[in-house]
């Protein structure tokens, strides 16, 4: 089992920066992959970025450039570090992690709008 609690969302003007963090708790060390995702209103959910436990990253086309991921695999926490925000940036993002076998585990989500 592993529970994923993130941090960091809110409202930012476009062109501005955001941090988003996820720290996992229990089986850590079983967790291969972690990411965001983001889902906005009428749309499915879609992968942001993502990164594997050896460093091997992943992004979305809508954000190479602008955001990048980093993990630290001793803590189980993943960041999201995003610049130069645009309004299509709104969603609700969610923390995703992988486990090295079966099953996969999602957080609770967190609010990011970008707009003047």
């Known amino acids: 089992q592993v529970q994923l609690v993130e941090s960091g969302g809110g409202l930012v003007q476009p062109g501005g920066s955001l941090r988003l963090s996820c720290a996992a708790s229990?089986?850590?060390?079983?967790?291969?992959?972690m990411g965001w995702y983001r889902q906005a209103p009428g749309n499915t959910r879609e992968l942001v970025a993502a990164?594997?436990?050896?460093?091997?990253?992943n992004f979305a086309d809508s954000v190479k450039g602008r955001f990048t991921i980093s993990r630290d695999n001793a803590k189980g926490t993943v960041s999201l570090q995003m610049n130069s925000l645009k309004p299509e940036d709104t969603a609700v993002y969610y923390c995703h992690a992988q486990l090295a076998g079966h099953g996969s585990y999602w957080g609770q989500g967190t609010q990011v709008t970008v707009s003047s």
């Open positions: 990164i594997t436990s050896r460093g091997i990253r």
């Open positions: 229990g089986s850590i060390f079983s967790i291969y992959a």
